[in-house]
Nanobody
Framework: QVQLVESGGGLVQAGGSLRLSCAASGSIFKINAMGWYRQAPGKQRELVAVINSGGRTNYADSVKGRFTISRDNAKNTVNLQMNNLKPEDTAVYYC??????????????WGQGTQVTVSS
């Protein structure tokens, strides 16, 4: 099994910044894509940003120019630098990894989430 642990969430004022981190551990053979999703109350979980093993990135239109995703393949970590935060960014942020374990095929793994609250 693969475990994902997020950190870095918190309460910030609009215009502020936060940096989220996610560390993957377990019986990992290979991680392809890693990304961040978020879910606000009453809303569907949505993609925020994703980065594949080759470094290609995709961002939700709402965060382009403000958020930056990065990863360290050697450490199996992914980060999300969030700048110029807005109240509409308030959500629980989840780390995601598409990974192959040592004993099984690829699967989708999720962290438990970290709360980001942006006050106006």
């Amino acid at each position: 099994q693969v475990q994902l642990v997020e950190s870095g969430g918190g309460l910030v004022q609009a215009g502020g910044s936060l940096r989220l981190s996610c560390a993957a551990s377990g019986s990992i053979f290979k991680i392809n894509a890693m990304g961040w999703y978020r879910q606000a109350p009453g809303k569907q979980r949505e993609l925020v940003a994703v980065i594949n093993s080759g470094g290609r990135t995709n961002y939700a239109d709402s965060v382009k120019g403000r958020f930056t995703i990065s990863r360290d393949n050697a450490k199996n970590t992914v980060n999300l630098q969030m700048n110029n935060l807005k109240p509409e960014d308030t959500a629980v942020y989840y780390c995601n990894a598409d990974a192959w374990t040592v004993r099984a095929g690829s699967d989708d793994y999720w962290g438990q989430g970290t709360q980001v609250t942006v006050s106006s």
